[in-house]
Structures are given as C-alpha cells and as structure tokens.
C-alpha cells in the first residue's frame, strides 16, 4: 500500500502571499498524482492531474509539478477563496488513496 | 449539465447492510471508470472503490475488501455500492465520482455526498 504525507498540515498566509504544499509517496508512483481543494461542507475539486496538468477551469495560479516520491502544488497568488483544505491523490495499481490534508488558513 | 447525485444513506445497526446508488446524469456513463470516496466526520478523504467503465475491473481500498461491492448498471445510468457487516468506523459521508477516464486514475466530477451513520 502506497502512503501519501502531506506537509506542513496547517499553512497560515495572507492573500497574495505564495503557497507551497507538499506530498511525499512511500514508494515511486511515477507521474500518478493528483490534488483537489476542499471547502467546508462541500465536495472536493480536482485542481491538478498528472502531477502537473491543470484540470478544465482550474486558475492558473495553481501548478503542480514533482514525480517520483515528491510533489508540489504551488498557489502563486492566494486569493480569499483559495483557504480550503488541499488533498493528494495517487492511484498506483489502480488502487487509490489520499494524504492527510493540508489547510490553508489566513 | 453533468451531474452525479448519491442515495441510500441513513442510520443502521452495525452487522447490517446498507445499499448505496450515484444517479448520472448530462454525460455517457458507459465510458467513464466510476468511484467511491468517503469521509468520516471531521476527517480526510478516503479512497472506497472503483469499477472500469464496462465492469470488468474493480479494485477496493484494504478497509472494505470483502464486505463493500462496487457495481454498475450503464443502461440505467446508476452506479452502486452494497455495504455489508457495517461497523462504527464505516460511518461518513459517501461520494461517488467519475475518473477522468475509462479507468481508474483521478476524479473530475463528484457527487454532493450520502451520508451513512453505523450506530447501534
């Protein structure tokens, strides 16, 4: 089973400020990778798949790049709308799982 | 416009079963791989189950193998998760969402969630 730590697990910044969050994977899971964004009482969002392609109607101040066991998912300019919890998704063998979460707070 | 709306949810004794349905809608569901992603209150997302586009591969997370089955119906446009011998720890909220492809990859489109409480 491939296990996925995201770090740091709570990012306290301002609007306009850069975010930087990272994933690590237990073992190599090539480009497999993929983030969503969380809000409150709502569904997830997928941002970013492949590691590194952004999904229809995404922003471009989100990018996400890394392979291997390390990833990043950067928010160049954080908006007011952009403070949610964060997730990673790997789907190595065609079994899924996600990491633990990363919130972006003001 | 594409839209997945889950069903089925409820309170339920643990040892018992519960059968959950995702209604699509606005997209061909016969070629899309479809999965199940839950959340226990308060905490992350977890990884349920998937099932290729025509049925022919499903894969389950280590937490549900042999009590959860994931099915399908394509000519009714409804995907399924029968839930058996439920236990405390299965209680959260349910999502179902479609793959980016035939597959099991990443999720692009999600349900609004059912929500599933294991109580005795």
């Known amino acids: 089973e491939i296990v996925l730590t995201q770090s740091p697990a709570t990012l306290s910044l301002s609007p306009g400020e850069r975010a930087t969050l990272s994933c690590r994977a237990s073992q190599s899971i090539s480009s497999s990778l993929a983030w969503y964004q969380q809000k409150p009482g709502q569904a997830p969002r997928l941002l970013i798949y492949?590691?590194?392609n952004r999904a229809t109607g995404i922003p471009v101040r989100f990018s996400g790049s890394g392979s291997g066991t390390d990833f990043t998912l950067t928010i160049g300019s954080l908006e007011p709308e952009d403070f949610a919890v964060y997730y990673c998704?790997?789907?190595?063998?065609?079994?899924?799982?996600f990491g633990q979460g990363t919130k972006v707070e003001i | 416009q594409v839209q997945l709306v889950e069903s089925g949810g409820g309170v339920v004794q643990p040892g018992r079963s519960l059968r959950l349905s995702c209604a699509a809608s606005g997209f061909t569901l016969s070629t899309y791989g479809m999965h199940w992603v839950r959340q226990a209150p308060g905490k992350g997302l977890e990884w349920v189950a998937v099932i290729w586009f025509d049925g022919s591969n499903k894969y389950y997370a280590d937490s549900v193998k042999g009590r959860f089955t994931i099915s399908r119906d394509n000519s009714k446009n409804t995907l399924n998760l029968q839930m058996n011998s439920l236990r405390d720890e299965d209680t959260a909220v349910y999502y179902c969402?479609?793959?980016?492809?035939?597959?099991?990859?990443?999720?692009?489109?999600w349900g609004q969630g059912t929500t599933v409480s294991v109580s005795s």
């Open positions: 969402a479609r793959d980016l492809r035939y597959s099991s990859s990443f999720m692009d489109v």
């Open positions: 492949d590691a590194s």
């Open positions: 998704q790997q789907r190595s063998n065609w079994v899924g799982s």
